[in-house]
C-alpha cells in the first residue's frame, strides 16, 4: 500500500489505499536525481522512516505507524555534500550548509522523512527528501512531496510499515 505521486492532466496528486489527494512536487519535477539542490522530486519508491511534528502547532502527535518525534528549535538537515553528517539530522547552530527543521510557516508542522539517499549516503545525490504540509497553492518544493496538513494526517493514520512513498514518471 504505497503512496503513488504522479500527475493527472495539469494536477500533481497522490494516491493510496483508494483515496485521492492534490500533491505539490519539486520545482523541476519527478526525474532522476543528479545533484543536490536540482529541485526534481526523486524518481522510484522511499520507504518511511520517521515522522516529525511541531507540538506547539499540533494538539497531538499525528497517529501513525512510524516512530514519531516532536520539533526541537534547534533541529536542522545538513545538505552540504562534503559533510561528514551530509543527509543527516543536525543540531543549530551548525556551521555548514543545513535547512532549519522549526520554520516560521507551516510547512513543517509534520515532516515524514523519506528513505532517499540514506543507506548509504551518497554526496551530493540529494539531501532532505520528505513529505510535507502543502503551501498555498500547493506551490512547487525543492524536491518533496507535499499534501494538505489534514491529507497528510489522513494519509499517516492508513499507512502501514511497509509503505512507502512512491515517485512516478509521467513520461
Given amino acids: 500500500m504505497d503512496l503513488i ?8 496528486q497522490a494516491a493510496c489505499a483508494g483515496k485521492v489527494w492534490r500533491a505539490g512536487v519539486g ?3 519527478i526525474g532522476v536525481k543528479r ?3 536540482d529541485g526534481i522530486s526523486p524518481l522510484g519508491c522511499w520507504p518511511i522512516r520517521r515522522v516529525l511534528f511541531r507540538a506547539d502547532k499540533l494538539a497531538t502527535a499525528p497517529v501513525s505507524v512510524f516512530p514519531t518525534d ?14 561528514p553528517d551530509y543527509n543527516r539530522p543536525v543540531k543549530r547552530p551548525f ?13 513543517y508542522d509534520i515532516v515524514v522523512v523519506l528513505g532517499h539517499n540514506d543507506d548509504p549516503v551518497v554526496p551530493g545525490a540529494g539531501s ?16 518533496c512531496a507535499t499534501l494538505s496538513r489534514v491529507d497528510l494526517l ?16 509521467i513520461g
Fill in 154 to 169: 489522513a494519509f499517516l493514520a492508513l499507512a502501514r510499515p511497509e509503505t512507502r512513498l512512491c515517485f512516478r514518471d
Fill in 35 to 37: 545533484i543536490e539542490g
Fill in 70 to 83: 516532536a520539533i526541537a528549535m534547534d533541529d536542522g538537515w545538513c545538505d552540504a555534500p562534503a559533510h
Fill in 95 to 107: 556551521a555548514a550548509s543545513h535547512e532549519a527543521l522549526w520554520r516560521g510557516d507551516d510547512l
Fill in 128 to 143: 532532505a527528501v520528505f513529505l510535507h504540509v502543502a503551501s498555498p497553492g500547493y506551490g512547487p518544493t525543492e524536491g
Fill in 5 to 12: 505521486v504522479t500527475k493527472e492532466g495539469d494536477i500533481w
Fill in 27 to 29: 520545482r523541476s519535477g
